[in-house]
């Protein structure tokens, strides 16, 4: 972003895994933008962003092995000042000539950390206090004109600075929640290290959204695909908030939707924003194509292509729209550091639209991380329902159905997942699980209800906690939620007499049954 900009900008160097996507998203709820860069990327290309300050994150690696990722040591020299967090300390270290060992004396967790000298990062903290710290190297010795201002027990350097070339690191993750007074020590670089301004606020990134698409799309029509979720609608808000009457959203009910969702699109496009919306009734047309089909790949290319085929008709109806809005998030355009993501990963939330549709993109959300397109949808005054909701696989109930897919399968699992949902908010748990939802097997088991014989379907219930859907583990539910949901789902739900509930993590089980 150019300097007149209302924000400063901090770049993250991702040295891999997790750690510069969390270190990113502290700096912005310092209310400073942050944006994340590859560590192959040269000093030239980073300064050429103009950045306030670039924090080096932590990685899994050692600076001491073979290969380790490294870093244009042009970054020390532009005058920008520089935070190394962990192993980003340590090439600071290493790179600008101080020591870094094999001690044999790692540190994992909690650690308590003396500040030993003074220093802008510890102004007004205690000079004892717990810090989190997971390394197996040390630095031994700081760089020449460097000097420490913190130990631990195993380390003799915890945190270095050159305050003279604006130059610090720290051993420690100051980005992590264990470390109790971490995001005071970040707020320190930000605001006294670096000069930067707090104006990362939702008010000034709506404003600069809006601006944004309305320079982008200027006085053309623009067309938005609704999912239900929060992305196409926090999407939605934004560009209607920016060109009104120029945009209308698209929702196709594919039939596989949960329970109240195109309700609750209608009253909150229509009803509440005035918003232009076609709202397609496709379910028939989608049951009429999942048609006997059982094997799930199958039935995520048929609901793929029916999504694409009934949209392209509705699209047709707008020849003269040029736009299409799509809920790209940060996370997925994000130039990562490690090698094989380094490519651009492109992600498509409207069932993977295809490129020969003769629109430009807009996506308003690219340059949030979900926290923050909660906290602008909120802002925008979306439902909570809306808001807060939980991801929802594109193919919808259409692949938490094992087996094949008939209407009366669909009513069934819709009603038990309502009562799902229903009783997990109830409990004050809806925020806290990834996913919360019902799956209907293909099976059928013998039961007794009063004193007849039942032979019918089984509801199995799904709940897991996760940070990125990519591991995730089983939730422990509490027994009388439980309980509650086997008895309302059977007294409730015509066509079940059994409910279980599903006790695998991910890896070895995926999240979805199918
Ligand atoms: P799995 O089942 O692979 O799911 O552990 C990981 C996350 O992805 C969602 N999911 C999908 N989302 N289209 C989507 O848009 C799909 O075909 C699909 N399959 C799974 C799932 O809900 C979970 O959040």
Redesign the pocket.
Known sequence: MPSEDPFDTILVVDFGAQYAQLIARRVREAHVYSEIVPHTMSAAEMLARRPKAIILSGGPKSVLEEGAPSLDTGVYQAGVPVLGICYGAQLVAQQLGGEVAHTGRGEYGRTPLSVVGSSLLFTDLPTEQDVWMSHFVSIVAAPAGFHVTARTPEAPVAALEDPDRRIYGVQFHPEVIHTARGQEVLKHFLYDVAGCRPTWTMSSIIEQSVAAVREQVGSEKVICGLSGGVDSAVAAALVHKAIGPQLTCVFVDTGLMRAGEAEQVEQTFRNQFQIDLVHVKAADRFLEALNDIQDPERK?KIIGETFIRVFEEVAADFEDARFLVQGTLYPDIIESGTKDAAKIKSHHNVGGLPDDMQFSLVEPLRNLFKDEVRAVGEELGLPEEIVWRQ?????GLG?RIVGTITRERVEILRAADAIVTEEIKRAGLYRSLW?SFAVLPAVRTVGVMGDERTYAYPIVIRAVTSDD?MTADWARLPYEVLERLSSRIINEVPGVNRVAFDITS?PPG???WE
């Open positions: 995520r991801p929802f696989p594109g193919p692949v996913q859907a991910k995926t999240i979805e």
